[in-house]
Structures are given as C-alpha cells and as structure tokens.
C-alpha cells in the first residue's frame, strides 16, 4: 500500500451547498406532491419534475466532490464519497495552477455599490497529450502546501515537511461562503421541520 504523504480536504462551502442543495429540493419534492390532491394539473408534473431534478443534479454535483493526495512517486484526484481514483506519475504533470473568480452582485444591495458573494477557486492540472483536470474543491491555503509538498517530491526530495491537519486552519481557508452556508442551512432545516411535522 502506498503512504500519503499529503491530501486536501473539501472546500466547505462546496460539499455543504451541495449536500444541503440535495435535502432542499428533495424536501420540496415531497411539499409539491403532498400538496397537490387527486386532481392532475399540469403543475402536479411540471413542479415535482424540476424541484426532483435540481435534487438529483445537487446529488450528483456532491457525489463529484474531489480531492488530491500526494504519495512519494504520484499524485491520485480521489473522489471523496466514491471508491474512484485516478493517479498520475510526477513526470506527466506540465503544471499544476490556482486561480480565483469574485462572484458579486448588486441585486442585493440598494446602492450601485456591488456586494461581495463568493470567490470561485479553480484548480487547473495540466498533463501531458494536452489533457487538463480541473476542479473547484481546493482551498487556497490548502493549495499552498499541496504545491510546495508537490514540487519537492517531484525534485525527488528525501525529506518533506508535511504539517498536521488543524481544524483551525481549515475554516480560515473556509471562511470565504460561510455566510450562504448558514442561510443554506437555516432554510433547509426549516422547511425540513415543515415537512416531516406536516
């Protein structure tokens, strides 16, 4: 079995949104159907389908969620939930990237002025035959010391300082999306309670 020496960990606000995006629109599916009574309309069909639909589409976005792992001679995009791993040798990674998008919008406010929402990180692996990976569920923080563990395992450096996981470090990586993730939360544990008490 081969040691990890390192390996990321989710962004929150990816693997939260997703998981609470599933329970919403599953528990809307099941408000929409209770609701309607024996009489079929076209509603009956058309608004279960697209509240089923985001479900499954929330469902399988977080089933998706991946994560790097560094071991001494490659590196694996593991999917988080699933039993799927795909490894890559050191020498046909070209370049490995992060870049970030802010998300704003004035919509929210009542001024001109743009409120800040979210900023979207993208990791970019590019590999050799042309072929890119990229993904959305590495925080910035976590990415710094994926590349510098990353370029000295492939100088083939003996000795690598891999620190230890804090939960500490983990939500100031995080902090960014907490604020929706909250009202996420808030809203679908609502609606649950409405749900299941009805």
Known sequence: ???TIFKTQPKLFIISLSLLG???FTMLFILTISAFNDTINIGFIVFPLIFLGFSLGSLYYFLNIKILKLTANN???NYLFLPISQQ???KDIISISQESKRFS???LSSSLKETYIYTDIITTIKLSGGKTIKLNS???LDFKVFYRIFKQLKRGEITIDAPKKSFKKYLIDNF???FWVLISLFITIGLSLSV???
């Open 138 to 140: 590495v925080g910035a």
């Open 75 to 77: 590196l694996e995009i």
């Open 105 to 107: 919008s004035n919509a």
């Open 196 to 198: 299941l008490n009805k």
């Open 88 to 90: 890559y040798d050191f």
């Open 176 to 178: 960014d999306g907490v």
């Open 22 to 24: 599933f329970i919403f």
């Open 1 to 3: 079995m081969t040691t």
